[in-house]
């Protein structure tokens, strides 16, 4: 069982949403000089194009309609040549705090050049971030690729919401790993913030987010329909956490350079952490058929913890998953398993007097937080979204998720749910990616332009 991820509250443990982070994070955005210069997690992508060039682009549409009926299943291939973002001149930078779980969190709101008086309400969108780096620092209102959105945005006429979460930059709170449950309140907290703004149009405010973020967008819109105008996911998954964390450690480990021997000891062993994180193991089969193939190692014995917990006890055997992992933390397939910035010290904080109950209830919890899946949610998302995904993403298999997100949406009767694949791009995706910012300023103009 893992306690990664989790925290002391009381007499119980309560675990957090930091085991998201195993072989699915990537970073999200470039941060600015202001802020911790730290990726959310180093996955390696190829290289992105340099800002301002023309490029000849093929956006493959998988899923995609405007307006009344069923999503579209083909798969339509077209070539344009697509220009960067024209520098915006003009925009207002509000300072602004709301409150948020008993803290008051500072946020910058972007407004369009001074309106008139007797121009109509302004649509707005609220930025939400990923998941974060190991140290609970998610993207806040210095985040470059936040500050150029919410400008870039201003000039098509929205307002646009980009804020320090609890704990980081100028919020008050404590900085963590929230589960997604917290992070969707979080977000609604921002959204009526927004919507409570007199120049704003209560009826109009949408969702942009990145990465993790996703996942919280679909969640609100789902609960919240009433009070989410639309979505605009980029890179998110439409695979199970525990499905993501394989995908992630495999693409991560094999883009390193590594022999596909060291690949699958590197999927062997992340699936052996998240069968010791389940009530009941899913990977059995799967990890003894791979690790007869690869002999003795590291492995065999933390599959014997995994599988055969009951000789040793489960407060007995995190010391000794602790000695594994410290055994085979410099090991190259180990690379992308964030052992020693992750899983050792949250491992090496819990209390020596931890309890079997205690570690019970952190199974539970890390059970459906691990089994979380996106078809609970984005079959209950109607209103409009724009799903963008990378070719080459290496935390979020783009053979699959786009398709789950066209399946899930129409299952919901979306009929307004455009899903496209940006070819030759991998998870850092934003305005210097070719084809981007005219995909989302066509898709957003279409909807809420004058």
């Not at 105008?229 to 998110?236: D, P, R």
């Not at 002999?295 to 998953?321: H, I, N």
């Not at 609970?376 to 979020?396: C, S």
Request: aromatic share 6%; glycine share 10%; charged share 20%.
């Amino acid at each position: 069982m893992s306690l990664v991820g989790s925290s002391l509250v009381g007499s119980s443990l309560v675990v957090s949403s930091a085991v998201l982070m195993v072989g699915c994070g990537g970073s999200e955005s470039e941060p600015v000089a202001s802020e911790p210069a730290v990726p959310e997690l180093p996955a390696r992508q190829p290289a992105a194009p340099e800002s301002g060039a023309n490029h000849a682009t093929a956006g493959t549409t998988v899923a995609g309609t405007t307006g009344a009926g069923p999503i579209a299943t083909e798969s339509a291939v077209s070539a344009t040549t697509v220009d960067t973002p024209s520098a915006v001149s003009s925009w207002r930078d509000e300072e602004v705090q709301f409150s948020f779980d008993g803290d008051e969190l500072f946020g910058v709101l972007t407004l369009p050049p001074e309106p008139d008086p007797d121009a109509a309400l302004i649509p707005a969108i609220v930025l939400v971030s990923g998941s974060g780096d190991e140290f609970g620092i998610r993207s806040g209102a210095t985040t470059r690729t936040f500050v150029d959105h919410a400008h870039q945005l201003a000039g098509e006429g929205f307002a646009v919401l980009r804020y320090d979460p609890p704990g980081v930059g100028r919020s008050g709170g404590s900085r963590g790993f929230p589960s997604l449950e917290q992070r969707v309140d979080e977000t609604l907290a921002a959204m009526r913030f927004v919507a409570s703004r007199s120049e704003i149009d209560p009826d109009a405010v949408g969702l942009l987010g990145w990465s993790q973020g996703p996942w919280v967008m679909a969640m609100t819109a789902a609960r919240y329909p009433d009070e989410v105008a639309f979505l605009v996911s980029v890179a998110g998954s439409g695979q199970t956490v525990e499905q993501q964390q394989v995908y992630g450690i495999e693409s991560q480990t094999r883009a390193a350079g590594l022999a596909e021997d060291d690949v699958a000891k590197a999927v062997v062993f992340g699936r052996l952490m998240i069968d010791w994180q389940l009530i009941e193991p899913i990977y059995r089969d799967d990890n003894e058929a791979a690790m007869a193939e690869l002999g003795d190692g590291p492995w065999a014995t933390m599959a014997e913890l995994v599988y055969d917990e009951g000789d040793v006890g489960p407060v007995a055997s995190v010391p000794l998953v602790i000695e594994i992992l410290t055994e085979v933390q410099d090991e190259p397939w180990a690379s992308e398993l964030v052992l020693r910035e992750l899983y050792i010290p949250q491992l090496e904080s819990l209390p020596n007097d931890i309890t079997v109950d205690q570690l019970a209830a952190v199974r539970a919890q890390t059970d459906a937080l691990l089994r979380t899946d996106p078809a609970d949610f984005l079959t209950e998302v109607r209103v409009p979204v724009l799903a963008i995904f990378g070719e080459h993403d290496l935390n979020v298999d783009s053979s699959k998720s786009p398709r789950l997100f066209e399946q899930y949406l129409a299952e919901a009767g979306n009929d307004d749910a455009t899903i496209v694949v940006l070819p030759d791009v991998g998870h850092g995706i934003g305005l210097p990616t070719p084809g981007y910012w005219t995909l989302l300023s066509d898709w957003l103009r279409t909807r809420f332009g004058e």
